[in-house]
């Protein structure tokens, strides 16, 4: 499905999803996909969960005590090479699309790489602690050349000189008829001609395999659903291209799907919210355990959690 909006770049016309600004900077998307501010984190006092995004979602489904460090306790933690890869990546594709069509090419988008990995070095110093130990460059340079492949590989993927995106990471935002509030950040959002919307996600990692692409597939539900509720409009089609591997993911999705996946994500919720408010949050052992940065406060591996910093409802009582 070719697109165009009739204008290069971020459309200035009403968008196709309707969205407040986030608020946190940068993308609100799981592990080196946040873009940090320039000045020190504000440390805010711990509070309830008061919305989902993807991400947060698949970190309860994952591993619950992995939800609560992040998002009440909002420990630190450090940046990898694999997520901030992604998160240079995505930005470089973002900004290719402020050219004019005929520019759009594989050498224009290599000669952002540099440019655009010094704007993350100045929004997010700590990313530096990742080459401390490389005096010379030698791993910064073939990490720098590991993500011009990367988006060289996009060109065999898709064509931006035929695109035109009505959006580029978009936020987007709405609270279901439950009162839950569901959020993320789109990569890319295209609309035919004809009105078709189509939901686009950059993955700088290998597609899975074809039993686990339901749960790849969970993140373009989620958006899918909040399109569907924010503008009545379902998606046409929801599409995954895998910069890692070259494959390209695509499922068109019906209203039968989103009403399913709302149905997951209001018990999901309703299983957060008694574990935020008995403070029981079990860790959830899998092969993922060994890329967590937690292990030394989770039970599973010996550690102990810090004291949590919620106020628990009595053993025995009910939730109201």
């Known amino acids: 499905m070719e697109t165009s909006t009739g204008a290069a770049g971020r459309s200035d016309s009403t968008p196709v999803v309707a969205a407040d600004a986030p608020d946190t900077a940068g993308r609100t998307a799981g592990a080196g996909e946040t873009a940090g501010a320039t000045a020190a984190p504000v440390v805010r006092p ?22 609560r460090f992040r998002v009440i306790d909002r420990l630190p933690e450090k940046p990898s090479e694999a ?15 402020d050219a004019p069509a005929a520019e759009r090419t594989a050498p224009r988008a290599k000669e952002l790489v540099p440019g655009q990995w010094d704007r993350l070095r100045e ?66 959002v295209d609309v035919a001609p004809t009105g078709e919307v189509r939901i686009v996600d950059y ?57 399913r996946v709302e149905r997951k994500l209001l018990a999901l919720w309703e299983a957060i919210r008694e574990a935020t408010e008995t403070g029981d949050w079990r860790p959830r052992p899998t092969k993922l355990c060994g890329w967590c940065d937690h292990q030394a406060r989770c039970p599973e591996f010996g550690g102990t959690p810090p004291p949590y910093p919620l106020p628990v409802r009595a053993t025995g009582s009910a939730a109201v």
């Open 46 to 67: 711990a509070a309830p969960p008061a919305s989902l995004s993807p991400s947060r979602a698949s970190d309860f489904m994952q591993c619950p005590l992995l939800y």
């Open 203 to 259: 993955k700088t990692g290998k597609a899975p395999r074809p039993e686990y692409a339901e749960g790849a597939l969970f993140q373009m539900k989620f958006y899918a659903l909040v399109v569907w509720r924010l503008k009545r409009v379902i998606p046409r089609r929801l599409q995954l291209v895998y910069l890692g591997s070259g494959d390209v993911l695509t499922y068109d999705p019906v209203q039968a799907d989103l009403e």
């Open 123 to 188: 929004s997010r110093p700590e990313v530096m602690e990742l080459f401390a130990g490389d005096p010379e460059g030698e791993r910064l340079a073939r990490w720098l050349a590991e993500a011009e492949r990367l988006v060289e590989r996009w060109f065999t993927l898709e064509d931006p000189s035929r695109l035109e995106p009505a959006e580029r990471e978009l936020f987007v935002e709405t609270e279901l008829d439950s009162g839950l509030r569901l959020r993320g950040i789109i990569d890319r």
């Open 83 to 97: 997520a901030t890869r992604g998160t240079l990546v995505h930005a470089v594709l973002e900004r290719l699309f």
